[in-house]
């Protein structure tokens, strides 16, 4: 099973980026998907999570209503749109897999994980 997301950098505060994840090996549609972030010297923290279908979501409240998360089971990827960002947001960003019909918001939850991608915001 690999996850490969892409698509962090550094951005001012208010600006936008879009986390992606490709998975691969696994049947990516039987899986929810999660992102959590890990800032220098902090624990890692759960972002959001989508459900097998898309149908549900789940988002920490200090990203609520500025970030999106979304999928596409055609392409195996999984998305996550960043807008409003904030100096707070920097991390290094990771996105998980579980499989089954849980939306798990805690690490041990997840079955497999990516490399991360790091998100860089300057105020």
């Known amino acids: 099973v690999q996850l490969q997301t892409s698509g962090g950098g550094s951005v001012q505060a208010g600006g936008s980026l879009r986390l992606s994840c490709a998975a691969s090996?696994?049947?990516?549609?039987?899986?929810?998907m999660g992102w959590f972030r890990q800032a220098p010297g902090k624990e890692r923290e759960f972002v959001a999570v989508?459900?097998?279908?898309?149908?549900?979501?789940r988002y920490a409240d200090s990203v609520k209503g500025r970030f999106t998360i979304s999928r596409d089971n055609a392409k195996n990827t999984v998305n996550l749109r960043m807008n409003n960002l904030k100096a707070e947001d920097t991390a290094v960003y990771y996105c998980?897999?579980?499989?089954?019909?849980?939306?798990?918001?805690?690490?041990?939850?997840?079955?497999?994980w990516g490399q991360g991608t790091k998100v860089t915001v300057s105020s």
């Open positions: 090996g696994l049947t990516f549609s039987s899986y929810g």
């Open positions: 998980a897999a579980d499989y089954g019909l849980g939306l798990p918001t805690v690490s041990y939850g997840y079955d497999y």
């Open positions: 989508i459900s097998w279908s898309g149908g549900s979501t």
